[in-house]
């Protein structure tokens, strides 16, 4: 449990930071030319993951990244405390310096694997979202309603062409929809 919740915790702040998926970098003076933001409208987890994995490479798609990275009340405390659009934009201008971005275009390519999530993945996301949100919110694992949830594995492309692969949790929180935690 204490592995589990150690890599989700992880995973979540080094997401957080970089928002990329560990790609390595080249340094270019090249325009970046990432996929445009999508809107958050995700059905299933695969359209979460996608849409996630695509705002996180795309010069505005910090309100998506961020919808599927936090639980509304987060985002929404935010909104009222008058920090949101400053998170957001923050977010927006830090992928224009992201070298990763002016290299090539980073896409969601396929899902290899998925698998339910486990009685204890499901506890380490409870906990996870309570120490990530407890800030700006009232919170407790109980109120955490895990209503589905997967363990991915997918691929990623630059360029059309097939990059890299890794590991996600998308799950769907009751009155929130889906929501993901990078590897």
Excluded: H
């Excluded at 449990?1 to 390595?24: D, E, F, N, R």
């Excluded at 929404?76 to 992201?98: L, P």
């Excluded at 109120?143 to 630059?158: C, H």
């Excluded at 097939?162 to 935690?181: F, S």
């Amino acid at each position: 449990m204490k592995k589990i919740v150690s890599l989700v915790t992880a995973a979540v702040l080094a997401a957080a930071v970089s928002a990329s998926c560990g790609q390595k970098t080249t340094v270019s003076n090249k325009a970046p030319e990432a996929n445009p933001a999508v809107s958050r409208q995700s059905e299933s987890y695969e359209d979460a993951l996608r849409e996630c994995f695509n705002a996180s490479f795309s010069l505005n798609g910090g309100e998506i990244f961020y919808s599927y990275m936090y639980l509304d009340g987060y985002i929404q405390d935010m909104k009222d405390k008058g920090d949101y659009n400053s998170v957001i934009n923050n977010f927006n201008e830090n992928q224009k310096q992201r070298p990763d971005l002016t290299d090539g275009v980073y896409a969601f390519g396929e899902i290899k694997e998925s698998t339910p999530v486990t009685d204890k993945q499901i506890a380490a996301v409870k906990t996870y979202f309570v120490s990530k949100s407890s800030d700006r919110m009232e919170i407790t694992e109980d109120s955490i309603d895990v209503q589905e949830g997967y363990e991915v594995s997918y691929t990623y492309t630059k360029n059309g062409e097939e990059n890299g692969n890794d590991v996600a949790l998308a799950v769907k929180i009751g009155g929130e929809g889906w929501k993901v935690i990078p590897n």
